[in-house]
């Protein structure tokens, strides 16, 4: 007979006050007398509106870049004492601590002696690194992320978020869409390239200055606009919506269902005789010297030009699928489960098979522009047995190994391409599934921007 173990009991009311308050260091809140608490409201999205962001390079002067570093440095400080108060808290005496309370702790932090560098960094920066802490709890608790790790100068991004009110925008008349951009703590507007204009008339919502391992600065600028969905694409003579399946694969980075493939950029292989050069060279410089640096940033800026790479010919390719189509079916791929670590028999085999997969970057197609044009993606369900079954007949074959392209169906004896009989597979299973939603709407209703096989057995009560 086992012995039960008792859980542990959350620590609630007045005594997490005191604890919070004597051991922890956290003021208490402060309300004027007789006032009632008055809980702060989110800005809500305008309606009609869509989240876009607009990424631009800029160049910061040696004074905005020493003050750039401070706010980094600061960011990841206050992420890491927060996250070490929020864990012992818990620990040690059975506290919760949330954004509120790190946010009372983060003013105590600001006005100690030892810490009074945070005041050269703005205070709403900073409170956005504990926002960043809470959504990664938040992820947490609801199992879709890990638990929070703690940040590194080396390994960690360099990053910081400005809301609307740590930084000072005003539109150029002569120009639309480019203007001056004034940092908080910062008295001259940086030196960005306008690469292409903001939408005419939005303001900026919030920004996110990085810098990456190559030395770049770019500044993200979030801002709400206004996107026209594109016209509806039917196939000619009727009023059937022009549909595409999409197979993602290995040998071709896209494979059509009317047998049109993509060949796959592979970068990575094409660099990868430079890549291999440079790391030599690294390893042969001695440790902390300045030359150690300038062959680390060599090879930082080889990787920013294959991300580059892939990131414009990914945007080239989804933008193209989506303004030809008006549905895209895909499948619904276990991506996290096929970058699991490569381990016993044919562990070279699945390594090979790992960077293939991360260099192809299938993690970052369609999704956010069939919600941005008003096109429909359409998520097949991963058991759905695309690649064996004859797209012909339905007959289902024997399970296929990936070394095998072609097969011959036993039934009707056509032959297949693996990678298109998959495509056209998808695009007959993704329609029924686009119909069958289609069906149940309302009249006048349009289909969803997604619509996904595993979720539609909840989604169809509801439309």
Known sequence: MTDTVDKPVRVTGEE??????????????RTEHGSTRRVPSSRAKEAGTQQRVYRYRFYPSPAQAEQLEKTFGACRWVYNEALTLRVGAWEQHRV??????SCRALTGWRQASGTSWLREVSS????????HLDGAFTRFFKQSAT????????????????VRTGFRWVENPELPGTGRLTLAKQSEPLDVRW????????????????????GRHFVSVLVEERI?????????????????????GLAALVTLDDGTK?????????????????????????????????????????????????KDMLDQLTTRLVRENQVLVVEDLAITNLLRPATGRGRRRKAGLIRSIKDAAWGELLRYKCAWYGRTLVIVDRFFPSTRRCADCHAKGAPLDVSVRAWLCAECGAWH?????????LREEGMRLYRLVSCALQSGRVPPPVIKASELPAVLPAV
């Open 16 to 29: 997490a006050g005191r604890i919070k308050r004597e051991a922890l260091g956290i003021a208490d809140r």
């Open 96 to 101: 919760s601590v949330g954004f509120a309370e």
């Open 124 to 131: 709403t920066v900073l409170q956005q690194s504990l926002r």
């Open 147 to 162: 638990y929070p790790q703690r940040k590194t100068k080396r390994r960690s991004r360099n990053s910081a978020t400005y």
């Open 195 to 214: 690469s292409r204009p903001l939408p005419q008339g939005a303001d900026p919502v919030k920004l996110s200055v990085t810098r990456d391992r190559a």
């Open 228 to 248: 026209q969905p594109l016209p509806a694409a039917f196939l000619p003579g009727g009023r059937e919506p022009r549909a595409v399946g999409i197979d993602l």
């Open 262 to 310: 993509i060949d796959h950029p592979r970068l990575m292989r094409k660099y990868e005789k430079e890549l291999a050069r440079l790391q030599r060279g690294l390893h042969r410089k001695k440790k902390g010297s300045a030359n150690r640096d300038k062959a680390r940033e060599r090879i930082a800026r080889l990787y920013a030009l294959i991300s580059d790479a892939r």
């Open 417 to 425: 391409d693996r990678d298109v009989n998959a495509a056209r597979n």
